[in-house]
């Protein structure tokens, strides 16, 4: 997206160095990661970041409204709500296809937005491995907000841990070394000093919540949650007995889970923004539009892209039984705008903010990438393919 950059990288990039990088990455996890990580970073100049930042902050002005928890409620299904909800989210992650305008200049459109943790610990181990084995420009950082890997690491630090020690605080997880992102997980733990726990392994007394350290039971005072609720039904039935989160338990939750449906793919038909595409709630739509084809349908409570119709026919709207629960929005298009050996590569760039007690705003600390060649950015669309998978932008200082 930086041309001249994109040019020297793509002249320097040999499969020798690709190799040697992949081998720097497993070698401080080995086989800790299942997905492809890509040949190169993204460059995004101070215009392109500026562009979605804007986005990001027009999305939080309306977080900030005093009545968005009451327009929100619904989005929380009723059997997922959990009590002690805090008042602001700790993390939030924005997505952004990297689209052309009319005039052929890079435009960043919203593909997502979750209030739910990313990976905040892996996207710091693998710039650093992009900066040791090949050449990154000087005035371009993975980092946002002006902060070094030493500040970064720091705020994460305040956000998930706070004043607490460490042992008390766990990132939660359905089997976490059984995640493909387990690799987040074991990088979190080195920088913050906490656990990965399996659901399956939190003891109950009461209203607290204890887990194993060391051949020691240890209190758990706070929880990074990582556990997808959707996720966690599908394997409700394998995973045996353990304890119901939505209860009302003497815990702290880093980002509380309510706050994952609160802002999501329910919150965008109510943002206006040139960068965020148009959205309806199904139910409220008054005709089908004419131009059906410019459009997908999203089920509001799935994720990882789970029952998204991208070729949306009338039929489709008519065998939605419960409408309420899905969106119609305008279509993103992809620009084929990473040049690569071959065919060009698509771009989907996640800003991920944190946002501190006692702050009045989060503000934007780190960022991921997904290049992609297929009809969507996920793997099963990219299977054989180079120069896709995950990886991370370097920002223009």
Same mark, same amino acid.
């Given at each position: 997206?930086?041309?001249?950059?994109?040019?020297?990288?793509?002249?320097?990039?040999?499969?020798?160095?690709?190799?040697?990088?992949?081998?720097?990455?497993?070698?401080?996890?080995?086989?800790?990661?299942?997905?492809?990580?890509?040949?190169?970073?993204?460059?995004?100049?101070?215009?392109?970041?500026?562009?979605?930042?804007?986005?990001? &902050? *027009?999305? %939080?002005? $309306?977080?900030? !409204?005093?009545?968005?928890?009451? @327009?929100?409620?619904?989005?929380?299904?009723?059997? =997922?709500?959990?009590?002690?909800?805090?008042?602001?989210?700790?993390?939030?992650?924005?997505?952004?296809?990297?689209?052309?305008?009319?005039?052929?200049?890079?435009?960043?459109?919203?593909?997502?937005?979750?209030?739910?943790?990313?990976?905040?610990?892996?996207?710091?181990?693998?710039?650093?491995?992009?900066?040791?084995?090949?050449?990154?420009?000087?005035?371009?950082?993975?980092?946002?907000?002006?902060?070094?890997? &030493? *500040?970064? %690491?720091? $705020?994460?630090? !305040?956000?998930?841990?706070?004043? @607490?020690?460490?042992?008390?605080?766990?990132?939660? =997880?359905?089997?976490?070394?059984?995640?493909?992102?387990?690799?987040?997980?074991?990088?979190?733990?080195?920088?913050?000093?906490?656990?990965?726990?399996?659901?399956?392994?939190?003891?109950?007394?009461?209203?607290?919540?204890?887990?194993?350290?060391?051949?020691?039971?240890?209190?758990?005072?706070?929880?990074?949650?990582?556990?997808?609720?959707?996720?966690?039904?599908?394997?409700?039935?394998?995973?045996?007995?353990?304890?119901?989160?939505?209860?009302?338990?003497?815990?702290?939750?880093?980002?509380?889970?309510?706050?994952?449906?609160?802002?999501?793919?329910?919150?965008?038909?109510?943002?206006?923004?040139?960068?965020?595409?148009?959205?309806?709630?199904?139910?409220?739509?008054?005709?089908?539009?004419?131009?059906?084809?410019?459009?997908?349908?999203?089920?509001?409570?799935?994720?990882?892209?789970?029952?998204?119709?991208?070729?949306?026919?009338?039929?489709?709207?008519?065998?939605?039984?419960?409408?309420?629960?899905?969106?119609?929005?305008?279509?993103?298009?992809?620009?084929?705008?990473?040049?690569?050996?071959?065919?060009?590569?698509?771009?989907?760039?996640?800003?991920?903010?944190?946002?501190?007690?006692?702050?009045?705003?989060?503000?934007?600390?780190?960022?991921?990438?997904?290049?992609?060649?297929?009809?969507?950015?996920?793997?099963?669309?990219?299977?054989?393919?180079?120069?896709?998978?995950?990886?991370?932008?370097?920002?223009?200082?």
């Amino acid at each position: 997206m930086v041309p001249g950059l994109r040019e020297l990288y793509n002249q320097q990039f040999t499969p020798a160095l690709y190799q040697q990088f992949l081998k720097d990455l497993d070698n401080g996890y080995p086989g800790a990661i299942e997905f492809r990580v890509a040949e190169t970073p993204v460059f995004v100049d101070k215009t392109f970041a500026a562009k979605m930042i804007d986005a990001c &902050e *027009s999305i %939080i002005d $309306v977080v900030l !409204e005093p009545g968005f928890t009451e @327009l929100t409620e619904r989005a929380i299904p009723d059997a =997922e709500r959990v009590p002690r909800e805090t008042n602001h989210p700790h993390m939030i992650a924005f997505d952004f296809g990297v689209c052309l305008n009319d005039q052929g200049e890079a435009e960043p459109q919203l593909i997502e937005m979750q209030g739910f943790p990313s990976l905040y610990g892996f996207q710091v181990y693998m710039a650093d491995s992009f900066k040791k084995n090949f050449v990154m420009p000087e005035n371009y950082s993975p980092f946002l907000n002006g902060h070094t890997k &030493e *500040s970064y %690491i720091q $705020v994460l630090k !305040e956000v998930i841990v706070g004043d @607490l020690n460490p042992e008390n605080v766990i990132l939660l =997880e359905i089997k976490p070394d059984e995640q493909k992102t387990r690799i987040d997980f074991y990088c979190t733990r080195d920088y913050l000093g906490i656990q990965p726990v399996c659901i399956t392994d939190l003891i109950q007394e009461g209203r607290e919540l204890y887990y194993i350290l060391n051949g020691q039971k240890t209190r758990i005072l706070r929880i990074y949650n990582r556990v997808i609720f959707d996720d966690l039904q599908a394997q409700r039935a394998a995973l045996g007995q353990f304890p119901d989160i939505t209860q009302d338990l003497d815990v702290e939750w880093i980002t509380h889970p309510n706050w994952f449906y609160r802002i999501s793919k329910f919150t965008m038909p109510f943002i206006q923004h040139p960068y965020v595409p148009e959205s309806y709630f199904l139910n409220e739509l008054k005709q089908i539009p004419g131009n059906l084809g410019d459009f997908v349908l999203k089920p509001l409570f799935s994720f990882a892209g789970q029952g998204v119709v991208i070729d949306v026919t009338p039929e489709d709207i008519d065998a939605v039984k419960d409408p309420e629960n899905w969106i119609l929005q305008k279509k993103v298009k992809y620009a084929d705008i990473i040049p690569t050996p071959d065919i060009p590569a698509k771009v989907e760039i996640r800003i991920m903010y944190l946002w501190e007690d006692g702050e009045s705003r989060p503000q934007p600390a780190i960022n991921l990438a997904r290049l992609s060649k297929g009809k969507m950015i996920g793997v099963r669309y990219n299977k054989d393919k180079e120069w896709v998978g995950g990886t991370v932008s370097f920002f223009e200082r």
